[in-house]
């Protein structure tokens, strides 16, 4: 079974920072492209960060470029989102979610759960 | 900028009717669009990938189709845990397109 958590979310002050990792496990993690979609309160989805396979594939939204930092450990079936600078507008659950294939420009077949980030004073 | 604009913003159906569910993408993306269904407190489920797959375990009730610009999700056979919010995605997310049951 395919399972994706994530863990790290919480409330931060604006101008914070805050770290989200997602286990992943079921799969063969370092075969994967991986990404962060988030969801504003009341709001749709938004792709923010994704990461190939390997690390050398990147990609960020204009929103996030410049403040956050995708990475990943395939020793750990570990991917992480670091995320400096935080805004209110950053206030989201934070989805993990798994490519389709070894890039990022495919489909996301599976998802974690979310985790909640609160920035706010 | 590449944008999915997808309509209606909402359908309100009753049980039992179809629902038809759209999304333009700005320019072509061959086939390669997929479909999501996220319920309340859940997170997204894909539904079809490649524009007209279903994914594992998804009811036969739930077919797409379409290619180049305009795609379509078609709902048959309405039932009340298919109240949702339905989203395509393809590079970017459209809007979403939320079903309620009369």
Known sequence: ?121 | EFVLTQSPATLSLSPGETATLSCRASQSVGTQLAWYQQKPGQAPRLLIYDASNRATGIPARFSGSGSGTDFTLTVSSLEPEDVAVYYCLAVSFGGGTKVEMK
């Open chain 1, 1 to 121: 079974e395919v399972k994706l958590v994530e863990s790290g979310g919480g409330l931060v002050q604006p101008g914070g920072s805050l770290r989200l990792s997602c286990i992943v496990s079921g799969l063969n993690f370092n075969t994967y492209g991986m990404s962060w979609v988030r969801q504003a309160p009341g709001k749709g989805l938004e792709w923010i960060s994704g990461l190939s396979d390997s690390g050398d594939g990147t990609f960020y939204a204009a929103s996030v470029k410049g403040r956050f930092i995708i990475s990943r450990d395939n020793s750990r079936n570990t991917l992480f989102l670091q995320m400096n600078s935080l805004r209110g507008d950053d206030t989201a659950i934070y989805y993990c979610a798994k490519d389709s294939g070894s890039d990022i420009w495919g489909y996301f077949d599976f998802w974690g759960q979310g985790a909640l980030v609160i920035v706010s004073s």
